[in-house]
């Protein structure tokens, strides 16, 4: 089937739906961009506003040597319209970037509706439209539409989101901690042995820890399946020892005997840098997490590079889904920007957003994929929620999914990770901009 090159569908206008429009427009497409807000509302969002942000005002860190500032500095490069509206927009906040969330969306709405090629459609749409088409529909996406991305992608798509924080593998004490499978097994583990005292002292922050309180729309049966941690311990001092912190079939070198509660830590990168905290999905506080999770004795000094969280979240299990340029698979012209895409966070949003808009204006263009550099911080994200991966969990920008660089401490390796970056990402606007060039 030939696909007109005129006009886009773009649905949802949220963060990642609104970027995608206007990387659309400026490309000289047509945008029919639906949104069902405020003729229906999500559970999270009050306003009928563009890209309206659902929680907190701040986009994090805006200091350049930060994974979350090394991400705006590329979305910089590449033109984000979102970015540009939240500098305008900027309130003091220290080295974070947040913004004053009414002007936030009226700078948005403004600069999409300067352009005449620009429709907006007040719509709650049931299914996806024909292509060429962005799906942008965000963690709450309506019920009906959920029921037909579902059947497009053979269930593919979760409404909810369990994750165990991942910590930095270099700042695991390697004195206090050993590899090795259960029962001499297999590897990729690390673990973290406690002896009683140091358990039990886990045990009652654990159970004494302040967690977030669930939305209205989160209720009790969301959590079934997937206990979190410190559920699982208010149910009994030894439940977690019978469960995520067994120590049978595990032997610590430094005593000889078997530890009294281990914590296991599985690989979350090929590359062994970052490690999850295996069954320890959590909806404490991240201040909490940070706390009391920096107890055991091997993590006491833990770099966090993402805290865990329990929320209702619609993503899709992109791996098996979407190609490398977040392409439905099978489907000409089906794409999907935003969290529904299984990156987690506002920026990241954006950066999904920006991205499927670039990747479908190269298709219908009749122009060959081209992905940001894995040594990018959009490309590492594009890698890891797209590559293959079989224990995929919604990601947000850290230097953990980057491939390793050299460096004397951890400060050497941010500004190398950086300077990598940013000199890639010069590169990839450079070939963008060049075919584009050619292509008019
Ligand atoms: C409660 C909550 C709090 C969050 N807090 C934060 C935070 O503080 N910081 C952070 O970094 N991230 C946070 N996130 C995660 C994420 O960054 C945001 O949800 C972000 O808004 C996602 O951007 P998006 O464009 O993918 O989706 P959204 O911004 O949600 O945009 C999707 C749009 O699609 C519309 N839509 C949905 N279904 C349909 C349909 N069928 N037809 C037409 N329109 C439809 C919606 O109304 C919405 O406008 C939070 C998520 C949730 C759910």
Do not use: W
């Amino acid at each position: 089937m030939k696909i007109s090159r005129n006009k886009v569908a773009v649905i949802g206008a949220g963060l990642s739906g609104c970027e995608a429009s206007y990387q659309l427009l400026k490309r000289g497409f047509a945008v029919d961009l639906y949104e069902m807000r405020p003729l229906k509302s999500t559970p999270a969002h009050k306003t009928g506003d563009f890209a309206e942000l659902v929680c907190s005002n701040s986009l994090k860190s805006d200091v350049a040597d930060t994974s979350s500032g090394l991400l705006k500095t590329e979305l910089k490069m590449l033109d984000s319209l979102l970015l540009k509206c939240a500098y305008e927009t900027r309130v003091e906040a220290g080295g974070a970037l947040a913004v004053d969330r009414k002007l936030f969306s009226e700078s948005v709405r403004k600069n999409l509706e300067k352009y005449e090629r620009f429709n907006l459609i007040t719509e709650e749409v049931e299914r996806i439209p024909a292509a060429p088409v962005i799906v942008a529909t965000g963690p709450l996406t309506g019920e009906k539409l959920f029921d037909d991305i579902k059947s497009r992608t053979s269930d593919r798509l979760f409404f909810f989101d369990a994750v165990a924080p991942i910590v930095d593998a270099s700042s695991v004490d390697p004195e206090k901690s050993f590899e090795s499978g259960r029962y001499g097994k297999g590897d990729g583990y690390i673990n973290c042995p406690m002896n009683k005292e140091e358990y039990d002292a886990f045990y009652n922050a654990l159970v004494n820890g302040e967690t977030v309180p669930l939305k209205d729309f989160e209720g009790k049966e969301v959590f079934e399946g997937c206990m979190p941690v410190e559920v699982m311990a208010k149910r009994g001092y030894d439940t977690m020892r019978f469960g995520m912190l067994k120590p049978v079939g595990l032997t610590d070198p430094k005593t000889g005997r078997r530890p009294y509660a281990v914590l296991q830590l599985r690989k979350e990168t090929q590359d062994g840098s970052a490690y999850n905290l295996v069954g320890f999905q959590t909806n404490l506080k991240f201040s909490e997490q940070k706390r009391i999770f920096s107890m055991i004795p091997a993590l006491n000094h833990a770099e966090f590079l993402r805290y865990g969280v329990m929320h209702r979240n619609s993503y899709l299990y992109s791996p098996d889904c979407l190609t490398r340029t977040f392409r439905l698979k099978g489907d000409d012209a089906v794409y999907f920007g935003g969290q529904i895409t299984g990156v987690e966070g506002y920026v990241e949003s954006i950066m999904s957003g920006l991205l499927a808009a670039i990747h479908l204006s190269r298709e219908l263009d009749g122009l060959p994929e081209l992905v940001p550099p894995k040594t990018t911080m959009c490309g590492a994200l594009s890698r890891y929620i797209t590559l293959h991966n079989k224990n995929f969990q919604p990601m947000n920008s850290n230097f953990g999914i980057l491939p390793a660089v050299e460096g004397r401490d951890k400060n050497e390796r941010r500004t190398n990770y950086v300077a990598r970056a940013v000199s890639d990402m010069e590169n990839y606007v450079n070939a963008l901009n060049c075919d584009e060039e050619l292509s008019r």
